[in-house]
């Protein structure tokens, strides 16, 4: 609960449900501390100690699930927190997945598409929100482009549905509250544009002029 998407679900869950209702988890006492000063109740565990996962996990009826940021370690880690989950009694698991996650040919999907199918497989009501790309991920593109002038990308013609982090989390946060209704899948952000349009996007907003540069991918 201490990364970006974290800190923001947990500001917009205390809005819906009373504070002494939500169990943080933090990986250490460490990073716990800022959250205990803000009054929420934390419990420690990673996602690679299954046995801190559940005691961390007993008791919460519904869990926000946000994904490892371990490229490459998630289908480990997400199974020890579906297993978890499932010894203790979870009733409801709010995962943060990825667009079109079980069709998409992104190399950042496979994880994502494995963890679907554990939570699946654990028989625990489930929503998927399929996040589509944060905006936060393509700011330093953005402000090298504000400082150059140029918008140098290497996406071709590929579109993303930019949404905000902070957007994404408010809607992870509703879905865990239990006083929305959403379905088991939810693929979420903004129509998709080109980087092409992204960059007009930022003209607009900034009234800057932007030359946008088409790199290939090798360079």
């Not at 961390?56 to 480990?76: H, N, P, Q, W, Y």
């Not at 598409?113 to 654990?122: N, P």
């Not at 393509?138 to 002038?149: F, M, N, Q, V, Y």
Request: aromatic residues 8%.
């Amino acid at each position: 609960a201490t990364g970006g998407y974290g800190a923001a679900a947990l500001n917009e869950l205390k809005t819906l449900v009373p504070q002494d209702e939500i169990f943080a988890l933090a990986r250490s006492e460490e990073k716990a501390t800022a959250l205990r000063e803000q009054g929420f109740q934390v419990r420690i565990a990673t996602y690679d100690d299954p046995a801190a996962l559940e005691k961390a996990f007993a008791g919460i009826d519904r869990l926000l699930f946000v994904s490892s940021s371990e490229v490459g370690s998630r289908k480990t880690q997400h199974q020890h927190v579906v297993d978890a989950a499932k010894n203790v009694g979870v009733s409801y698991i709010a995962y943060t997945s990825f667009n079109k996650a079980d069709t998409s040919t992104s190399p950042l999907a496979e994880e994502h598409a494995y963890t679907e199918k554990a939570i699946l497989a654990s028989g625990i009501a489930h929503t998927f929100l399929r996040n589509n790309w944060y905006m936060e991920n393509d700011l330093p593109l953005i402000e090298a482009a504000l400082k150059t002038g140029k918008l140098v990308h290497a996406g071709g013609d590929g579109k993303a549905g930019w949404v905000l982090r902070s957007e994404l989390a408010k809607l992870g946060a509703r879905a865990v509250s239990g006083k929305f209704d959403f379905p088991s899948i939810l693929e979420a952000g903004n129509p998709l544009i080109t980087y092409k349009q992204l960059a007009e996007v930022v003209e607009s907003v900034t009234g800057a002029k932007l030359e946008v540069v088409d790199a290939d991918v090798a360079t």
